[in-house]
């Protein structure tokens, strides 16, 4: 009887072990996720002319837009596709979008203030670098 007790207070021991650890393991993989969802790696600013600014996607519908970078100096013979910033727009920032479609019709150039994420996700955008303001030049050349 006494071995019959001993054996089930180990289960139960074993058992409450894997518990924790799998709530441990679950929480670590919730930060991980989150640090590389919301994280920041980096912050930075583009200057050029706005080519344009879309919506894609079938599933998930996300803005996406291509920046002109008008390069000077050395890097005038490389090629046009060179010159170009791809970058994509969260859907909540609207006067970011709004803005973007103004100057990618009126051709002024604008320095772009972005964010790099580290990660990815189809529902947010094709790319990583994400336009949090727009910065316009219209007293420039």
Known sequence: MEQ???AGRIKNSVVRFFK???LVLL???????????WGVYE???MAGRVLRITQ????????EGKLSLESFGALRNTSPIAETFDFSVERSDTT?????????LSG??????FVKRYLKMPW????????????RNASRP
């Open 56 to 63: 894609k996607g079938m599933v998930f519908k996300t803005y």
């Open 96 to 104: 970011v979008i709004r803005n973007l479609q103004e100057v990618a």
């Open 108 to 113: 002024e150039r604008v320095n772009l203030h």
């Open 27 to 37: 929480l670590v993989a919730f930060i991980a996720f989150a640090f590389l969802y």
């Open 124 to 135: 947010r955008g094709e790319t990583r670098y994400f336009i949090k303001r727009v910065e």
């Open 4 to 6: 019959a007790s001993f």
């Open 20 to 22: 924790r650890l799998l």
């Open 43 to 45: 912050r930075g600013v």
